[in-house]
């Protein structure tokens, strides 16, 4: 069975600390994507990454920053956490879109 | 006007009955488009793909696609309490192969 995995299920954490957010997919896609979900917005495109130590921004990038040293996984940091970065955070991966369980991340 | 529009709901239908979701998007050379259902707390996932104007099942759903009016549905059969959640739908970009999500339609069955 297909597996995108997040790292955490729900996190806690300060504002002003690094946040680090995995994600690992074990289908050999080349596209991964980070994505931010929040009541009334929907789905908001972070970073995606089509390749190896690709990376492109979407539309909300501003705050994060990603890191993709091997394929099967993307990493989605947070450089200095801030209360409004509180939300479900998703990775998804190929062409039609696998989604990992999600994080719940909440910056007090 | 939004990329991709679902009407947010609740569309609320009784057990059994058949539940229609509509979506209508903007982009003319998308070619890819789908169906996620996401259950409240959890992660959106997929329930149908299609690619061809006309109608494509797949057990108790359907999912029809009209390229000229650009606009994509999704009919659920015998609704079931247990497909009471949002579906997201999605349509790739012609211009940048990535998905374009609606809003969601939130489906409440009631038993």
């Known amino acids: 069975d297909v597996k995108v995995t997040q790292s955490s299920r729900y996190l806690v954490k300060r504002t002003g600390e690094k946040v680090f957010l995995e994600c690992v997919q074990d289908m050999d896609h080349e596209n991964m994507f980070w994505y931010r979900q929040d009541p009334g917005l929907g789905l908001r495109l972070i970073y995606f990454?089509?390749?190896?130590?690709?990376?492109e921004k979407g539309d909300i990038p501003e705050g994060y920053s990603v890191s993709r040293e091997k394929k099967e996984r993307f990493s989605l940091i947070l450089e200095s956490a801030s209360t409004n970065q509180t939300s479900m955070y998703l990775c998804?991966?190929?062409?039609?879109?696998?989604f990992g369980s999600g994080t719940r991340l909440t910056v007090v | 006007q939004k990329e991709v529009e679902q009407n947010s709901g609740p569309l609320s239908v009784p057990e059994g009955a058949i539940a229609s979701l509509n979506c209508t998007y903007s982009?003319?050379?998308?070619?890819?488009f789908f169906w996620y259902r996401q259950y409240s707390g959890k992660s959106p996932e997929l329930i149908m793909s299609?690619?061809?104007?006309g109608d494509k099942e797949d057990g108790r759903f359907t999912a029809q696609l009209n390229k000229a009016s650009q606009y994509v549905s999704l009919l659920i059969r015998d609704s079931q309490p247990s497909d009471s959640a949002t579906y997201l739908c999605?349509?790739?970009?012609?211009?940048?192969?990535?998905?374009?999500f609606g809003q969601g339609t939130t489906l409440q069955v009631k038993p």
């Open positions: 999605a349509v790739r970009s012609s211009n940048t192969g990535k998905l374009i």
């Open positions: 990454s089509y390749d190896v130590k690709m990376k």
């Open positions: 998804a991966s190929g062409k039609g879109y696998t």
């Open positions: 982009d003319r050379g998308s070619q890819s």
């Open positions: 299609i690619y061809s104007n």
